[in-house]
């Protein structure tokens, strides 16, 4: 994360508070199994804001980030190997584009980044980006040239995909395959990957969908190994001036921000399933944070998943859940990594953590059995919750003020004021203090510009 990265996003959030005819946000969540030597899972999140600025064409933002897993250990630790991003700025113009961006390459607890800056165009089929269109084909090419590099050396890149997709039933069944390659001038190293897929069409322009890939893999740039996906692919893309349902199964936060000499970055995406047993319904969030500064980089990963449904008598979730922070170091070496993993069951108003047009509180409270903690395990039990309040005073800009905290082994606080946009975009001041930092420096002040999906 750096001062161009957060240039980027505050661009964003200024077009997204701006513009007068946005289209819905597209939203991917991916967990993918690995059967490989070298991996065992992957989670990849990719958040798309469109901007119409003209008949036929439209300004856009797209952030993706993959973590890539070695092992999980017995007692629950996460072993991440490295975190692959890209950022894209751009145009499009019917199924023509431009853009501008950087992609990389960060290895976890050990010594290593690599990235790359570039500028291309492409031409790709409405139906790559939009399940809805109704095409059984679609298509898409990119291209571009090198602008800067660090620990790589290339001239450009080329990236194609292919896909079928054929409504059978209730189902869709399709494959895809795709290459992402980059070019020297002698050679072409390609990640290249392809297999069958079935999906299932939900409401709202959501879609689920099963698959397995076989990916051989030769990106310096990408997961770098040879074996067979499995996974499935959670999308929300709703139709050219479809509304998302209320309350949608896809939602989360990108921020990009900085203060106290450091600069700092966070990917969250919380997916729920469609009800089953009457009203319940899973759901698993990640909520990635990066911390950089003169110390050194802390990465750190926030995960629950759980089941929960809605109370008939009062507007609340209840739900039971399983709560694991785990903390690493970003492109330093790091031989401890450090975590908490707590069983935990309480309640959330509907609204909490995801947007909210009117003014209101919301609130969240959990409270857990500590499975295991790396901070000494001296308490058995834990404890977190949350509280916003928004507050509209006029127009479609609004206050809020927000704070979270949990205590028991470790301890973590959070604290915010700012203003959000009823389309997602906004800023604010962030006041951290985390107990599993591991740098002697346990707090920080933040500005952020975030985008709330």
Same mark, same amino acid.
């Given at each position: ?14 077009? @997204?508070?701006? @513009? ?8 991917? *969540? ?5 059967? $490989? ?59 023509? $584009? ?45 291209? *571009? ?127 729920? $399933?469609?009800?089953?047993? &009457? ?50 170091? @970003? ?21 909490? &953590? ?31 919750? &949350? ?35 009823? $389309? ?19 707090? @920080? ?9």
């Amino acid at each position: 994360m750096n001062r161009k990265a957060l240039l980027f996003l505050l661009l964003v959030v200024f077009l @997204a508070g701006s @513009a007068t005819a946005a289209e819905p946000v597209r939203a991917e *969540g991916t967990l993918v199994w690995v059967f $490989s030597d070298e991996l065992d899972f992957i989670g990849d999140i990719n958040v798309e804001v469109p901007f119409y600025i003209g008949e036929g064409s439209e300004f856009y933002g797209a952030i993706d980030t993959t973590t890539a897993i070695e092992q999980t250990e017995s007692d629950f630790t996460f072993i991440v190997r490295d975190v692959l991003y890209r950022a894209d700025l751009g145009a499009r113009f019917g199924r023509w $584009s431009m853009f501008a961006g950087q992609r990389g390459r960060t290895f976890v607890d050990a010594p290593g980044h690599a990235y790359i800056r570039y500028f291309g165009g492409g031409w790709e089929t409405a139906g790559l980006r939009r399940p809805d269109a109704g095409r059984n084909w679609d298509l898409g090419f990119d291209a *571009g040239v090198i602008l800067d590099d660090q620990r790589i050396d290339v001239d450009g890149f080329v990236r194609s995909r292919i896909a079928w997709r054929k409504p059978w039933r209730k189902f869709r069944i399709g494959f895809d395959l795709s290459v992402d390659g980059l070019l020297t001038s002698s050679d072409y190293d390609a990640d290249c990957r392809g297999g069958p897929r079935i999906g299932f069409v939900l409401p709202g322009g959501r879609y689920a969908d099963l698959f397995v890939h076989y990916l051989d893999g030769n990106n310096p740039l990408g997961l770098e190994l040879s074996g067979v996906l499995a996974g499935i692919d959670f999308l929300e893309a709703p139709a050219e001036g479809m509304k998302p349902v209320s309350g949608g199964d896809i939602d989360g936060t990108v921020a990009l921000g900085g203060g106290d000499d450091r600069t700092y970055g966070r990917m969250r995406m919380r997916v729920v $399933s469609p009800s089953f047993a &009457g009203d319940w319904r899973a759901l698993i969030e990640v909520d990635g944070n990066v911390l950089r500064g003169n110390e050194n980089d802390e990465l750190y990963y926030l995960y629950h998943v759980g089941a929960e449904k809605e109370l008939n008598r009062v507007p609340l979730l209840a739900g039971v859940y399983f709560y694991h922070r785990s903390n690493h170091l @970003a492109a330093t070496p790091n031989d401890v990594v450090t975590s908490i993993n707590v069983l935990e069951a309480g309640y959330d108003t509907r609204r909490y &953590g995801r947007l909210r047009e009117e003014s209101g509180t919301d609130w969240r409270l959990r409270a857990g059995y500590l499975v295991d903690s790396a901070f000494g395990e001296d308490k058995n039990w834990h404890v977190r919750g &949350g509280v916003r309040y928004l507050r509209h005073s006029g127009g479609r800009w609004a206050l809020f003020l927000e704070a979270e905290g949990e205590t028991g082994d470790v301890s973590r606080t959070v604290a915010r004021v700012g203003v959000l946009h009823d $389309s997602g975009p906004g800023f604010h001041l962030e006041y951290l203090d985390e107990d599993q930092f591991f740098g002697a420096d346990k707090t @920080a002040w933040l500005l952020q510009a975030t985008y709330r999906y």
